[in-house]
């Protein structure tokens, strides 16, 4: 139901957009959430956005560098990367929040998609 897409190899300093096109029915009236995994870590929240595009939170590492936006129209999240660090290198999930209003809590969303891999090199 989830179809992220958008990852690469990339270096140090460089920009990425993610996106992530879902279902109307499933992510209709719901926030969308980016998350990532990095090797031997545990998943973790990097950006959110409610269903009318009004709100949004990062993750401290991110903020400042990464935006999060939606097309309803389109039914699709982007998560834009700026400024990319050997840190960032992960793989990203999209998640459809469980509500209009979703935190950072993984225990807020409801659906994943299967995840697009983000390789950046020092």
């Known amino acids: 139901q989830l179809q992220a897409s958008g990852g690469g190899l990339v270096q140090a300093g460089d920009s990425l957009r993610l996106s992530c096109a879902t279902a109307k029915r499933t992510s209709s009236n719901n926030a969308m959430g980016w998350f990532r995994q990095g090797p031997g870590k545990e998943r973790e929240f990097v950006a959110a956005i409610s269903w009318r595009g009004d709100s949004t939170s990062y993750a401290g590492s991110v903020k400042g560098r990464f935006t999060i936006s939606r097309d309803n129209t389109k039914n699709t999240v982007y998560l834009q990367m700026n400024s990319l660090k050997p840190e960032d290198t992960a793989v990203y999930y999209c998640?459809?929040?469980?509500?209009?209003?979703?935190?950072?809590?993984?225990?807020?969303?409801?659906?994943w998609g299967q995840g697009t891999l983000v390789t950046v090199s020092s």
């Open positions: 998640a459809v929040g469980r509500s209009a209003y979703s935190g950072s809590s993984l225990e807020g969303y409801r659906y």
